[in-house]
Structure formats: C-alpha cells, structure tokens
C-alpha cells in the first residue's frame, strides 16, 4: 500500500499563466485584516469572504500545529504581474480513505479565463504526488461555472443532494 508523503512545508506551485502562493502565516494575517502589505498587489474584490475565512483556518492550523504541511492552501496570483486573483487549497490533510479535499474561488473580475481550472489541475497533480487516494469537492448545485471546473480537471459527478453536487477523483499510484 501507498503511504502519504508528508513534507514539512507547503510547496509553490507555478502553470503556465498562474504561480499558486503558499499562504503562510503573514499573508493570512493581512488577507484576515483586509490590510494589503507592501509588496501585496490584490485584485479588486480581493480576498473576498471565502479567503478570509481560509486565512483564519491557516492562522488556526498554525496555531495547533505549526504549519499546513503539504496541504494548506494558495493564493492564486497571476504570473506576468504578481496580482492575486483568488485563492485554491486543500480543507486539510488526507481522510481516512486518502482523499483530500478541495476548494477554490477567484475575483469576478478574471472569471471565464480557465484560470480556476489551470489552478486546480496543478493542485490536483501536487496531490497525486503526495501519495494520496484521491480528492474530493463540491459546487452549489446553481454554480454550473463551478462544476465545470472540476470536470474540465478530469473530476466526476459522483452525486448530489439538495444543496450540491459532488465530485471525485481517483489517483493511480506512480512506481
């Protein structure tokens, strides 16, 4: 069997048009205070709700356990200028099956670019590098955009209920 790889710390991850942050603690901070640093450069509308309520897990998480380990999560920053547009990440570590689950979300103002799929297929491929099963994630059953999403990254409906629809993705493992 498999086992989860568990590096200490969060990793960049870089795509063509995206370099996927790690949030650590003093960026979560500011994204918590709503205080751009100096060096920050924000999208209109960011962070929004979401990404400060991701923060303030990050700073929680740290808090506890000294750092997110391999699954925390990013800022979505655009390469050619540095401005963050959204946030993606993992809600924790691995389930007991060995499956993670995922979340993200971007400033309307750069949505309908392919920008939330290219973040999620890097994210997905740093899980499967991890070691784990599988991920998992869901979309409000009105978030049409969002289920697009996660089949365009190769996830499958696996269900829904009356509030979401589920998705699912198996990793085979590497030699």
């Not at 069997?1 to 949030?23: G, K």
């Not at 999620?120 to 590098?129: C, N, S």
């Not at 998992?136 to 009356?162: F, I, W, Y």
Request: hydrophobic share 40%; with cysteine.
């Amino acid at each position: 069997m498999e086992t989860v790889r568990n590096p200490q710390a969060i990793v960049p991850l870089t795509t063509e048009r995206l370099l996927l942050h790690p949030l650590g603690v003093v960026e979560a901070e500011r994204i918590v205070a709503q205080e751009p640093g100096a060096g920050d450069r924000w999208a209109e509308g960011y962070p929004g709700e979401a990404d400060v309520a991701v923060a303030g897990r990050v700073l929680d998480r740290a808090a506890a356990h000294g750092g997110p380990g391999a699954f925390g999560a990013y800022e979505i920053r655009l390469r050619e200028d540095g401005v963050a547009v959204g946030g993606i990440g993992f809600h924790g570590p691995p389930d007991a099956e060995r499956y993670v689950t995922v979340g993200y979300g971007l400033v309307p103002g750069v949505r309908g670019r392919g920008y939330a799929t290219e973040a999620l297929r890097a994210l997905l491929a740093h899980a499967r590098k991890q070691g784990i099963a599988g991920a998992k994630g869901d979309a409000d059953l009105g978030n049409a955009a969002s289920q697009r999403v996660m089949e365009a990254a190769g996830m499958r409906c696996t269900g829904e209920d009356e509030r979401v629809r589920c998705y699912r993705m198996e990793f085979t493992p590497t030699a």
